[in-house]
């Protein structure tokens, strides 16, 4: 079973970027689809991006599609989320999920990290 733990998220401002890591453990990396989901307070938990198992392939939310990039290095079992042009919108805790599924737009994970809180302030 793969353990998920990912880096410390922060406070940005407005228009800011920040770059969220997640290190795998405990099997094989390559074989998980990785992704990121984040739960704003009093809202329900939100996909935000999927990755194949080689990285020829993600699917982003609409809300993130052109300020967010999902990217994999498999050699350092850590999957990343670039996130530019943040908006306060955008506050929540991100999570990092990992599955053996093939990805699509309704991917789920079925391994979660603890979560990272993201703030993004106006």
């Known amino acids: 079973q793969v353990q998920l733990v990912e880096s410390r998220g922060g406070l940005v401002q407005d228009g800011g970027s920040l770059r969220l890591s997640c290190a795998a453990s405990?099997?094989?990396?390559?074989?998980?689809?990785m992704g990121w989901f984040r739960q704003a307070p009093g809202k329900e938990r939100e996909f935000v991006a999927v990755i194949s198992r080689t990285g020829g392939s993600t699917y982003y939310a609409d809300s993130v599609k052109g300020r967010f990039t999902i990217s994999r290095d498999n050699a350092k079992n850590t999957v990343y989320l670039q996130m530019n042009s943040l908006k306060p919108e955008d506050t929540a805790v991100y999570y990092c999920a990992a599955s053996r599924d093939l990805i699509s737009s309704s991917w789920l994970g079925d391994y979660w990290g603890q979560g990272t809180q993201v703030t993004v302030s106006s």
């Open positions: 405990g099997g094989t990396f390559s074989r998980y689809s």
